[in-house]
């Protein structure tokens, strides 16, 4: 077992263990945490988890967790891993189960006082319109031809329906479209779970807020993105639904064999991956990619169903009810990008679970809008709190293939928290506290209460003293929509 005491204190904010502790290691495994933070990570396995992914093959510089880390699928969620091309491997629980969740942050030009009479309204409203939970099944019915373009095109299948704008589209991680998805590399079971539930929220962490501008750390750079403080934003946090979930599933399947047939010993089973080169690794690549711009289009199907919830409660009340996106990025993805290892450019496949892209000023893929500052960093925390938004950095660049933290990261597993918190008691004392709270089930609400997640102040502070993202703004809940 994996113990805090193995990690070596190379600097601040900075623990690692050496690829000399296994023989199978291929690279260092580091992991950004203060003390704190550090200490609290022994009650999961997601340090060993840490541990096994430095031992997959074609690892380059090192295994990384991000100071959210807890245990998930293979890989700790707050993972990432770089793997060198052609035969480095992709893993899909590299990537997780919910493919491309991700955070959309969008703003308006509202501030709180003049929204808080229509609030309980437009919570109401908001909950009516954008439909959470289980299974939940959305007013967008796609036929089989229908959802194969979505899955191929992602954010451009709603702008050609009207649902989304040119500016939304730029303003999402690589325009809301992956190029070279294969809806024909998804199956049949995924397509069936996903024809119905675009536009829909789902359960868990998932959930749509609405916040005001709590702190400025940085007003340059929060004026060039759009925020001041008192403003009311509103955030989706959700993915690709049914359909990711079963591409991740038939694909973990079919790796069992593939590990066999390119003799890939590996320390845990859940780890499963083919060379990225193989057929297995690019029909998974292809079948990710769909269900990725499948996440897109969700979202932004989403943020037209949040306009149409602020035109119908304030329409007439307010002066301007008018929204427009800030950014959307992914924290459950593997990409093919080209960083500088060693002194030179390398094609690598970056997987990030649980971890957020971060590229640094200056970087070609981000929006002109955006390209001097960096690109916008979207940190939820747990309701109640705070979230953040930070910018990347050039040190993400050289430091962390550009990625950092995506969120306050969990404590407690959701049994846990079901058993250890009352969902009524815990709506009744959120809305004690200002905070609106519509939830499907109280069950449901129980699991993502706060005492079931890090302080995300705390982990947002790693990040920044780490220099691995950049704080810029604080944002406060007013309103919580969840399944």
């Known amino acids: 077992m994996v113990s805090i005491h193995d990690f070596n204190h190379i600097e601040e904010y ?29 009650n999961d396995r997601s340090l060993e988890q840490l541990v096994n992914t430095a031992t997959l093959p074609g690892a380059v510089k090192y295994a990384m967790a991000m100071p959210d880390i807890h245990q998930g699928y293979g890989f700790p969620i707050g993972g990432v891993l770089a793997t060198q091309l052609p035969d480095g491997v992709i893993s899909p629980g590299g990537v997780g189960y919910d493919i491309n969740c991700g955070v959309r942050l969008l703003a308006t030009h509202l501030e709180r006082e003049e929204i808080t009479p229509y609030l309980n309204d437009l919570t109401s409203a908001l909950y009516a319109n954008c439909p959470s939970g289980v299974g939940k099944g959305g007013s967008i ?42 809806a024909g590399k998804v199956s049949p079971r995924a397509k069936e779970r996903g024809k119905g539930q675009v536009g829909t929220l789902g359960a868990g962490n998932h959930f749509i807020e609405i916040d005001v501008v709590d702190t400025i750390s940085d007003e340059s750079v929060a004026r060039r993105i759009g925020l001041t403080k008192g403003q009311i934003v509103v955030q989706i946090h959700c993915g690709s639904r049914g359909l990711g979930h079963q591409v991740c599933g038939d694909y973990v399947k079919r790796f069992q064999k593939a590990i066999r047939q390119y003799g890939l010993n590996l320390p845990d089973r859940e780890l499963v991956c083919a060379p990225l080169s193989s057929p297995e690794g690019q029909d998974y690549l292809a079948a990710m990619k769909a269900a990725a711009n499948y996440a897109f289009a969700n979202r932004q199907v989403l943020a037209h169903h949040i306009r149409h919830s602020f035109e119908q409660v304030l329409a007439g009340k307010v002066n301007n009810h008018h929204i427009y996106q800030i950014y959307d990025i992914a924290h459950n993805m593997a990409k093919v990008e080209t960083h500088e290892v060693d002194g030179r450019k390398v094609k690598l496949c970056v997987h990030r679970k649980g971890a957020t892209r971060a590229f640094g000023p200056g970087s070609a893929e981000l929006p002109s809008v955006y390209r001097d500052i960096g690109q916008p960093v979207l940190v939820p925390g747990s309701m109640g709190t705070a979230s953040w938004v930070l910018v990347g950095t050039r040190a993400s660049m050289t430091r962390t293939f550009g990625s950092t933290c995506h969120g306050a990261g969990r404590t407690m597993s959701r049994k846990k928290a079901k058993k250890t918190v009352h969902g009524a008691g815990l709506r009744d004392q959120l809305e004690a506290a200002g905070i609106h709270i519509r939830a499907g089930s109280m069950s449901g609400l129980a699991e993502e209460a706060p005492i079931a997640y890090k302080d995300v102040n705390r982990v947002v502070d790693v990040v920044h003293g780490a220099g691995i993202a950049k704080k810029v703004v604080r944002l406060k809940p007013v309103a919580v929509i969840k399944g």
């Open 14 to 42: 900075v623990y690692e263990i050496p690829a000399s502790y296994r023989d199978d290691m291929q690279v260092p495994a580091r992991f950004y945490a203060d003390a704190t933070l550090l200490e609290g990570v022994q």
């Open 141 to 182: 019915k796609l036929k089989a031809n229908e959802l194969d373009r979505l899955m191929e095109s992602g954010s451009n299948w709603a702008l050609k329906r009207g649902l989304a704008t040119e500016s939304d589209l730029e303003r999402t991680e690589e325009n809301g479209c992956l190029a070279g998805a294969d």
